[in-house]
């Protein structure tokens, strides 16, 4: 099988070779010993496989590959009175439970009617699809395994982000009143602070 991408489990961003016409690769820079678990996936002919492999000088790998089935999910966008958010990017990550990480990209964006469509969902393997807009908090489905019978996903609701307020009163050890004290908040970084 041609051109086949072979990645390494733990290093899904880096592609250490593909297959030729004759469904051969070389994999470089291996040290003697080095265990990998290496994964084959041929997009176009819906073909994977993996194999676990310890490096060896000029040692030959067969993978053998094995078709997988896709389906087509549908969704829709809506805000908290249920009327369609145009505009929205859908986040798409499948995850790989062996490598213990997902893989995610932006996969669509909603219509004028708050509808969206995936394509190539993997029968079998899980998924978690989020959804945002400008001037709402994102929301997500949760963890899913797609199914051969899935065709619509449940909505997405975007709520507007609420503001919240916090009070309190700022006393010394014997609990008599402060004041003038100066409050700092943390946002969650170095920058994030404000007085008040």
Partial sequence: VSGVKIKDVQEWFRTYAT??????FTISGLIPGQKLSLKAEQGELHLRGRVDIEAQSDAEVEILLEEYETINVSGKVLDSEGKPISGANINLVRWDREAGHGIGSTVAVTDGDGKFKIDGLIIGDEYNVSAKAEGYREAETGMFTAQADMSQLEDLMLQEPGRRYLEG???????????RARVIINWGSPSGFRET
């Fill in 19 to 24: 297959s030729d016409k004759d469904g051969k």
């Fill in 169 to 179: 009163k700022v006393t010394d050890t014997d609990g008599n009143p402060v004041a």
